[in-house]
């Protein structure tokens, strides 16, 4: 698997990017992705979607469909994507230290 390096850490990454484990994340990965996904700032909305994305999968196993990730965060859609410009499978799961989500591209 390749691996990236960032912030004096080592993080196993599969073909698309995602941290290999759940258990691997850290302010360092938020930091990494931060970056990836070109936020400037990680604001208090930023923070609360991944608290709820990581208390959803340490719940449930997976990542929430998108309608329930709207629904818990009050967030529509359209914010969640000014918030995550790559979506929120593709950033916000992956910054939240989440796997790919079934059915991202």
């Not at 258990?23 to 608290?51: P, R």
Request: net charge neutral.
């Amino acid at each position: 698997m390749p691996e990236v390096q960032f912030g004096g850490k080592t993080f196993t990454v599969d073909e698309d990017g995602f941290i290999d484990s759940y258990t691997n994340w850290s302010q360092e990965w938020v930091q990494y992705v931060k970056t990836q996904e070109g936020i400037d700032e990680l604001n208090d909305e930023h923070k609360m979607l991944i608290k709820v994305l990581r208390e959803y999968y340490e719940k449930n196993g997976i990542a929430p469909m998108v309608r329930v990730l709207s629904k818990v965060t009050g967030f529509k859609l359209k914010h969640i994507y000014e918030l995550f410009p790559s979506g929120p499978g593709k950033g916000a799961c992956k910054m939240a230290g989440l796997p790919k989500p079934t059915g991202c591209v």
